[in-house]
């Protein structure tokens, strides 16, 4: 429903065999749809939203994350960590140095029944200025909730179903928008909005125009799906623990992935943490580690991730909006030695491919210009459904779904189904709702009245 063309008679003026085509591809375009148009809205409500993160973030939470800048220098990390410890009895497990000046430092605990914490403490004094569940935030929840992670796997599986139908739906849509002689509806809206031909030209042009993002967005976001996106960071990664060639040394590496310890790219989620060599020596404690990630250049904005044992390390990790800055730091928690340093000029071509998407995706790699552009791709979404929904309604016969007819020549509908099989093939949580949709068409909607064009 994303698509449609202002001249359903043109089809029909060209031939038989190309009007079946073209209520072949209407037909699962309308499928496509029908499968998508939820998921798109709250993709685009919420994606919307989280381009905004760092900014709504900061007003909500402004009494914890914000304080005043001062001349007195930032108490030591070792002595904001104990003062968080405090206030919420637990195990520290990471730190976060503040950004600005006019921010608060992050201590984030895990108590006793493995509840995450984030205690937020200002640096000048180590005064402790509040708490929030870890992932607690209001931009987290929304994070979760346009993944549908909020909701578990299998509904975080039904995202990946719809991104792989919304590809499906803009293909088929454009070739239903392609103008068969028609003037009207290609880049113009005819009519008055009390008229079906205006909502239907305000489809077909909006979706035109966000067409590319809507692919763009889809595709982008195909690495953090549940199976699709897990299987290629899985073959894309799993080689040399992970890590880009050239970069791993021969050190001894531990069972533990980077991505479950600390917030990470997609590229380094299968990475493998090294191991700290214990030589009898005494650990150089908190300060020095951060000490060490500022005199090794690593930008403020930075999280450290305490050793977890024995043969842990800390791990300073940042991801700024300038992915020539994203850089992990690995420490030995005893001498202090960076046993791994990575950035993003370490990636291969994929990885660099793959992260500058999702920094795009994520509205941070050109600034305001980037969040702006796709904050209007969102409310295009948004419209191509609300417009989609209205078009529908409006040729609705009553009592019916409102299925577009059955082409005249059934090969062509096989033939369509084939093509987008070939999508199946590439995604296949995809290809699983397809069969499950040529089952349903075939044993429930070819009963229903079908409709004229």
Same mark, same amino acid.
């Given at each position: ?10 089809? %029909? ?6 009007? +079946? ?17 939820? *998921? ?32 007195? $220098? ?7 960590? !104990? ?10 497990? @990471? #730190?976060?140095?503040? %950004? ?5 430092? %992050? ?16 640096? #000048? ?14 931009? &987290? ?10 909701? $578990? ?21 454009? #070739? ?16 008055? =909005?009390?008229?079906?031909?205006? &909502? ?24 953090? +799906? ?14 040399? *623990? ?24 997609? /590229? ?46 800390? !791990?300073? /990790?940042?991801? =700024? ?15 202090? @030695? =960076?046993?791994?340093?990575? /950035? #993003? ?9 793959? %992260? ?9 790699? *050109? ?19 609300? +417009?989609?929904?209205?078009? &529908? &309604? ?5 009592? +019916? ?5 059955? =082409? ?38 070819? @009963? ?6």
């Amino acid at each position: 429903m994303t698509i449609v063309s202002t001249a359903t008679a043109a089809p %029909e003026r060209a031939g038989r065999p190309v009007a +079946s085509v073209y209520r072949a591809v209407w037909r699962w375009h309308f499928y496509a749809g029908l499968i998508t148009l939820p *998921f798109l809205i709250l993709l685009a409500v919420t994606g919307g939203l989280y381009l905004f993160k760092a900014e709504i973030d900061g007003l909500i939470h402004r009494d914890v994350k914000q304080v005043e800048a001062r001349m007195t $220098g930032e108490r030591p990390p070792s002595e904001i960590v !104990t003062q968080a410890v405090k206030a919420f009895p637990g195990q520290a497990v @990471k #730190y976060t140095p503040p %950004e600005s000046a006019t921010a608060s430092a %992050e201590v984030t605990i895990r108590d006793a029944g493995g509840t995450r914490m984030v205690v937020y403490v200002d640096p #000048y004094d180590a005064r402790v200025l509040g708490q929030i569940p870890d992932k607690g935030t209001v931009m &987290w929840v929304i994070r979760q909730i346009h993944s549908l992670a909020y909701f $578990g796997p299998v509904a975080n599986g039904a995202i990946e179903i719809a991104g792989g139908w919304a590809i499906l739906l803009v293909l088929t849509g454009l #070739y239903l928008w392609w103008p068969r002689k028609q003037s009207g509806g290609v880049v113009t809206v005819r009519g008055k =909005p009390r008229q079906r031909v205006f &909502w239907r030209d305000l489809h077909a042009v909006t979706g035109l125009v966000a067409g590319g993002f809507i692919l763009f967005l889809a595709i982008t976001g195909m690495p953090w +799906s549940v199976l699709w996106g897990n299987k290629v960071n899985q073959w894309a990664n799993g080689h040399n *623990f992970g890590y880009p060639a050239g970069v791993r040394v021969a050190l001894p590496m531990s069972d533990e992935h980077l991505a479950h310890v600390a917030p990470t790219t997609w /590229s380094l989620e299968q990475a493998k943490l090294p191991v700290s060599q214990v030589a009898g020596g005494e650990p150089i404690g908190l300060d020095a580690a951060v000490a060490a990630f500022d005199r090794l250049g690593l930008t403020r904005g930075y999280a450290v991730n305490l050793p977890g044992g024995p043969g842990g390390v800390y !791990t300073g /990790s940042v991801y =700024p909006k300038d992915m020539a800055l994203q850089r992990v730091i690995h420490l030995d928690q005893y001498s202090g @030695k =960076p046993l791994i340093d990575m /950035s #993003y000029a370490d990636y291969g071509p994929l990885g660099k491919a793959l %992260e500058w998407g999702i920094n795009v995706h994520m509205g941070q790699e *050109f600034g305001l210009a980037n969040q702006l552009v796709l904050l209007a791709a969102c409310l295009a979404i948004v419209l191509l459904c609300v +417009s989609a929904l209205v078009m &529908w &309604w409006k040729r609705r016969p009553q009592g +019916s779904l409102g299925v577009p007819p059955l =082409p005249a020549e059934k090969a062509t509908l096989r033939g369509v189904v084939a093509l987008l099989a070939i999508g199946g093939l590439a995604f296949p949580l995809v290809g699983l709702s397809l069969i499950v949709m040529v089952a349903v068409d075939g044993i429930l909607v070819r @009963k229903m009245q079908p409709i004229g064009a």
